[in-house]
C-alpha cells in the first residue's frame, strides 16, 4: 500500500471540511479526486503532502505516518512554482543540488539529468536556457512536472494541474502526463474538476461530496478501465455521468446534476 487515511476530519474553526474518510491507494495508482468547489479535494492532496494534519485521524504514506513534507511526495499546483529568476533548467535542477548538500561537485551531473528529463517531457535544450517568462503555459507546467519528477518521487500529487491551459494545450499535457505515469510507475493523486479528465486519466476515480455542515465524504470509489481520449464514447459518456451523480452535493435535486464536461 501506498497511502492509507485512516477516518481522517479536518475542521477549521468550527467549519467542518472532511468528514471521516477512510481510503487506501496501492502503489502505482493513479487516482483521480473530483467534487464540487469547496468540497474539500485540495485539502485531502495537502494532508497526503503534510501540508496540513488532520483534526482526527491519521494520513500514512508507505507505511509512516505523515509530518512534514518531504521527498516522498512530489506536487505539482495549478499555479507553476517556477523560479522566475533561475533558467528552466535551474528550475529543474534546484531540488538535487538543495537536497544533496554538494553543490559544486554534483552541479554538473545535476544539470545533465535535469536535461534529460526536459527532453522526457518534450522540450530542447534550447527551452533549457529560457526563464520561466519566456515559456507558454504548457512549456511552463513541462517544466512544473520535470521539476517533481526529476526528484523521484514514489508518490506525486496534482492539484488541477492543466485547468490554467488552453484546451488544446491540455489536451497534449494530459496524453503525456499518462505516457510519464506508464513510464514511472509512480503513484499519481490527481485532483480535477473535469470528469472526462478524471475518467481518462485515472485507474480510479474518488468522488467526494459534501453534506452541509456534517462536511465531505467518500460518495463513490470506482475502479475505471484503462481508458484514454480516444476510447469508445459510450463507455465514456457512461462512466462519466455515474461519477458526476454521485459528485452531486447531498442537498441538491438530482434534476440540478452539473452537466458532462468534455
Known sequence: MSIN?????VEYASRRVLNGIDLEIDAGEFVSIVGETGCGKSTLLRLILAEEHPTEGRVQVQGRERSRPDRTCGYVPQRYSLFPDKTVLANVAFGLEVTSGFWNRNSREFREEALRYLRHTGLSEADA????????GGMQQRVAIAQALIMKPPVLL???AFSALDPGTRRGMQRLM?????ESGTTVVFVTHNTREAVCLGTRVIALVKDG???SSVALDLEVPHLDFDSDEEELTRLIAR??????KMDRPASMAVPVIS
Open 5 to 9: 487515511v485512516e477516518n481522517v476530519v
Open 129 to 136: 536556457k529560457k526563464y520561466p517568462h519566456q515559456l507558454s
Open 158 to 160: 496534482m492539484d488541477e
Open 178 to 182: 499518462k505516457e510519464l505515469w506508464r
Open 213 to 215: 455542515e456534517r462536511g
Open 243 to 248: 461519477v458526476e451523480s454521485a459528485s452531486v
